[in-house]
Structures are given as structure tokens and as C-alpha cells.
């Protein structure tokens, strides 16, 4: 029983590049939140998604950020024109409700900006 | 937008002594969830307290949920090198958003 696939693990890019970041949540989970977390810090919430929904993206920079979780595939969150300051641990996490009991986390991406 | 504060930041303790995390909410939460992050990991949910005045048990671990469902406490008794990490708790923050508080990173001295 496969747990929350995050990938890449680690991911090098130079400013302006885009970095896009891939989670596939756990078996017979349909909900799934992205979370940032710096050095030192709690999670920071980004967006939440349905399959094919944007439920609630408050916690996302309105630009040069997007996410969406497609009917097939993975989720995806997207940093166009990355700066410095995107350098992070993006976490993604699933749940089998929308109603923000457990989570169960992926082993997240470690973002670089160089 | 309702937060959900926590304490110590950081605690020291010697191995075999206790510890404890607080978490406080300023208002009534439905339920709480404890997590935890070991240095380079990603959070492992532990657990989740809903009902007022609840007390559940983890071998060393004792998590509290208060009477008026405004806060929490995590006890660790007679710590452990590997109990080493990052303790979170979490409340539902808007409907469907969980709110994290800013985590207890414990450090064990052998």
C-alpha cells in the first residue's frame, strides 16, 4: 500500500526557470493539499484540490504559482520564473475526506534556487 | 483567520526525562491532530482528538484535548534519542483547511 509519491526529491533551478513539482496522493485518496515549508518553520497551508477542482487556494501567491490535480495523474504545482525566496520544502499531503482530519504526507520536494 | 499557537519553540531535555507541548487555539476547535517531523523527514500524523476532555495513549506518548476544546497537550514520558523531531498540532482553520502551529522541536542529550 503505497504511501504519498512526491517527486522530484530534490530539485536544482537558476532564477526565472520554472519548477514543477508532482504528487501522487495515496490509494483511494481524492483530496489533496500543498504546503511550504522553510528552514526552522511550520507548514505553511497553499492550496487545496479536489480531482479536477481548485477548492481553495488562499494560501498560494497569485502569481507565477498555479496547481492543479487532473482527473489522471498526479497533482502539480507549478513555480514559473522562479525566485531565491522559492527556495523551500514543498510537501504535499492527502486525505480520504475533504474535512481536514489526517493528512498523510508525502516526503516532499527540496527546492533550490540558485 | 484563526491560529493555533504552540509551545516551547525548542526544548532541550536529557534522555529519560519528560516533556510536554502545548497548543492553544482562541477559539473552540473541532478537533486537533498531533504530527511529527523528524530532522529532514515529513510530518507522520500521530494522531486526533475530537471530543472535550479526551485522553488517548501512545506507549510513552499522552495527548490531551481540554475540557473547552481550546487547546492540547502532548506528553512524552522518559524520552528517547529517537523521539528526536518536530511536534505539530493542527485545528481545522477555515472549512476545510487544517491550520499548523509553528511546532516544538524537542532535542534529546544522550
Known amino acids: 500500500n503505497a504511501g504519498v509519491m512526491q517527486n522530484p526529491r530534490h530539485l536544482v533551478r537558476r532564477r526565472g526557470q520554472e519548477a514543477r513539482l508532482r504528487c501522487s496522493p495515496m490509494?483511494?485518496?481524492?483530496?489533496v493539499y500543498w504546503y511550504r515549508q522553510l528552514p526552522e518553520e511550520g507548514l505553511k497551508f497553499m492550496v487545496y484540490?479536489?480531482?479536477?477542482?481548485?477548492?481553495?487556494e488562499s494560501g498560494m501567491p497569485k502569481e507565477r504559482f498555479s496547481a492543479e490535480f487532473p482527473k489522471e495523474g498526479p497533482s502539480i504545482l507549478r513555480i514559473q520564473q522562479v525566485v531565491r525566496g522559492d527556495s523551500a520544502a514543498y510537501f504535499c499531503?492527502?486525505?480520504?475526506?475533504?474535512?481536514?482530519?489526517?493528512?498523510?504526507f508525502g516526503p516532499g520536494t527540496r527546492l533550490t534556487v540558485t | 483567520g484563526q491560529q493555533v499557537m504552540q509551545i516551547p519553540q525548542y526544548q532541550h531535555v536529557q534522555e529519560g526525562e519528560d516533556f510536554t507541548t502545548y497548543c492553544n487555539s482562541s477559539?473552540?476547535?473541532?478537533?486537533i491532530q498531533w504530527y511529527k517531523q523528524r530532522p529532514g523527514g515529513h510530518p507522520v500524523f500521530l494522531i486526533q482528538?475530537?471530543?472535550?476532555?479526551e485522553v488517548k495513549k501512545q506507549k510513552r506518548l499522552t495527548f490531551q484535548f481540554g475540557e473547552a476544546k481550546k487547546n492540547s497537550s502532548l506528553h512524552i514520558t522518559a524520552t528517547q534519542t529517537t523521539d528526536v523531531g518536530t511536534y505539530f498540532c493542527?485545528?481545522?482553520?477555515?472549512?476545510?483547511?487544517?491550520?499548523f502551529g509553528r511546532g516544538t522541536s524537542l532535542i534529546v542529550h544522550p
Open positions: 484540490l479536489q480531482k479536477e477542482n481548485i477548492i481553495d
Open positions: 482528538l475530537v471530543k472535550s476532555g
Open positions: 490509494k483511494g485518496h481524492s483530496h
Open positions: 499531503a492527502s486525505s480520504p475526506t475533504g474535512l481536514a482530519y489526517e493528512q498523510y
Open positions: 493542527a485545528g481545522p482553520g477555515g472549512s476545510y483547511i487544517p491550520t
Open positions: 477559539t473552540t476547535l473541532s478537533n
